[in-house]
């Protein structure tokens, strides 16, 4: 069911902005999450955190942070300060509404949680046109923290470096960063982490929380942003804007794409846009598309993905008995990083990827793929019996440093 909220017409509201460089903010705004970590944890003196924790909750100004959504939306973390207790509601408010819709809240009616994982890593990055409110990606992630509750999320390689880094460039030491980001990924103790599910019909996630807002379809108003899409073929690459909820979803739809990490770095003239679930009329994409329809229901879909090292022993599609096979090392991205390339009289070479300058990555989802997965001691041993293609390798084997 969906919650509302009424604007706060007569609350002696502040913009909270300025807060966010407080000494001891981010220890006291996140105390709830935190568990067991003290304000050093978060690289703050335990004063300043209650300074801080003091303004956060002083009756005569009710603090308010706004983050920015695509299409004149926001998300607003609003203070709730009486004279003996202080909440936060945290409310989704969209143009053509009077009333703000609740996402999470920690009053006595333990609303939430509102977001998942891919909602909140879309609306960490601030809106291209956004001029006003919270717009550092540190910020907004750390600030949506509370409405957060995945059970996916502290387990995500990417969720919980995401959360480090945002903790890092706000100060907190780095030795302990990455349980600190599991803890505050866990979900905020007054709701806990629920499963989350993705519904195509109403392009938004659900949530299976029983103290959730969102067990209904909301839109694509969190979770839906434009991502910068390319299938490199090694000469070249295509590339597309796609709208869609996450990388992670365009990935499970299309073969052979990936999303591109810093699209500032291209080149972005012409490019068509598309959406996930309608790729128009482009030959590619439906390609792409169908090929990944026909994989989703193998066994092995997506074995070999989200992984920070794979092995395969491959051979060419049309290699006969006097042709190689080949020993893989692939990073996370799909593109190798190590070759035995392997003779039928047994004798094999090694190289590594500085040998060779045009690397288009496998498509980690592809199921066969995963038929050609090789135990890494496997890889190991050819390496080290395998005599280097260059003279760039240290006396072990391994590549040296550039």
Known sequence: MVMTRTRYASAPVVDGLPLLDEPGFWAAYLADLAGEFAPDAFGADPADAGDALERLDDPAAWPVFTVPLDGGGAILAHRNNGEEHSTTDHVLALPDRDTWLALAADDQDRVGPGLCWPE???????????????????????????????????????????????????????????????QLLGGHPMWGAAPWTYDADGASWICGGGLSPRGEPLG????????????????????????????????????????????????????????????????????????????????AFGALAGRERVWLRRREEDAGPEDPSYLLELGPDGRWLRQVEVAPDGTSVRSTSDDWPINPPCDLYDPELAESAIPAETFEEAWRRARPESDGETGDGAAASP
């Open 120 to 182: 909140l890593d879309a609306v960490r990055r601030p809106p291209e046109s956004a001029t006003a409110g919270v717009l550092d990606p540190h910020d907004r992630l750390l600030l949506l923290l509370p409405v957060l509750g995945d059970t996916a999320a502290p387990a995500s390689r990417e969720a919980v470096a995401a959360v480090a880094a945002a903790l890092v460039a706000r100060g907190a030491p780095g030795e302990s960063v990455e349980a600190l980001a599991q």
């Open 220 to 299: 694509a108003f969190l979770s839906w942003r434009r991502h910068l899409v390319q299938h490199d073929y090694g000469m070249g690459a295509l590339l597309w804007w796609m709208w869609a909820p996450s990388a992670r979803e365009i990935a499970e739809t299309y073969a052979e794409v990936e999303v591109v990490a810093d699209p500032a770095s291209r080149g972005l003239d012409g490019l068509d846009e598309v959406r996930i679930d309608d790729p128009g009329q482009d030959p590619a994409l439906t390609s792409f598309r169908a090929r990944r329809a026909a994989q989703r229901g193998h066994p």
